[in-house]
């Protein structure tokens, strides 16, 4: 697990819990336990079961979590993803936090799924972006790759990526590229956004490495490939919907990065059921 997590399920507790549970307090005695599980609610891929876990063990270190499926499983509307036992008080206390954190993750790690299905057969790789929530990027980038999806890069230190600002202020893709080429460590790959067959042009003869196609329409696309002509790289982006992924996965395209995947995936349906609780 990211060494972030710890300090991210602190801030979500301390959000919801840090002046304490007081209805639960109220209610239960610390003598008084419970057994609850957490179930789906929809057909779903599961992600981020252990981080609900330690939700639940960071809340009190009594509770006792086991697990009903793995990280990246496919599971059906009822299945039990998780079981917790122990303190009802604490027990309920961890319980919108565990589950904020496991909808989060297991939407969009579905949505990807259904992305990665959609490109089966196409040998195209569809990948995310860095349109994450801040903080929880990498929380949300392992939850595309449980949905069969891959990352993109995941800060601006990984790889160069010119993009249409970077032009602009450096005068021109040449310009650009060239300082980037003399900068970068020697093994990184440089890539350039292009929003039109002008700049795919521009891209190549400045020798890029990879070249973005930028809200290109899968006619456009197809004539961008024909320019580049396996001089680079060809990453699809902007644009793609899930019901048009395939027109984009033409031949001679390499990546197709979606932005939809972190940004606009649906919690997904699970909830917490308590059973008759014990002293």
């Known amino acids: 697990m990211h060494p972030r997590t710890d300090h991210l399920i602190d801030l979500a507790l301390e959000e919801d819990a840090g002046l304490g549970d007081?209805?639960?307090?109220?209610?239960?005695p610390a003598?008084?336990?419970?057994?609850?599980?957490?179930a789906a609610h929809e057909d779903l891929v599961v992600c981020g079961l252990e981080v609900a876990a330690r939700v639940f063990k960071r809340v009190d270190a009594s509770l006792r979590v086991t697990h009903g499926a793995r990280d990246g499983d496919r599971v059906g509307a009822g299945r039990r993803v998780l079981s917790v036992s122990g303190p009802t008080a604490s027990l309920l206390t961890a319980e919108r936090t565990a589950l904020n954190f496991l909808q989060r993750l297991c939407g969009i790690a579905t949505l990807s799924r259904r992305f990665a299905d959609a490109a089966a057969g196409t040998g195209v790789r569809i990948v995310d972006t860095r349109k994450t929530t801040p903080g929880?990027?990498?929380l949300e980038k392992y939850a595309v790759r449980c949905g069969g999806c891959h990352n993109h890069r995941s800060s601006l230190g990984e790889h160069v990526l010119i993009k249409d600002n970077h032009i602009a202020a450096a005068g021109s893709v040449a310009r650009a590229l060239r300082r980037a080429r003399e900068a970068a460590p020697h093994l990184c790959r440089i890539e350039v956004e292009a929003k039109t067959l002008a700049e795919v042009r521009k891209a190549v003869r400045a020798g890029a490495d990879a070249i973005l196609l930028d809200n290109m329409a899968p006619l456009r696309v197809a004539a961008a490939v024909r320019i580049i002509g396996g001089a680079a790289r060809v990453e699809v982006s902007g644009g793609v919907r899930l019901e048009t992924l395939r027109a984009y996965a033409l031949p001679g395209v390499d990546v197709?990065?979606?932005?939809?995947?972190?940004?606009?995936?649906?919690?997904?349906?699970?909830s917490l059921t308590v059973l008759r609780g014990r002293r």
Request: net charge positive; hydrophobic share 50%; charged share 15%.
């Open 22 to 28: 007081l209805t639960s307090r109220a209610i239960f």
């Open 256 to 270: 197709v990065s979606i932005g939809a995947l972190t940004h606009s995936a649906p919690a997904a349906d699970l």
């Open 31 to 38: 003598t008084h336990r419970s057994r609850a599980f957490i």
């Open 136 to 138: 929880f990027r990498a």
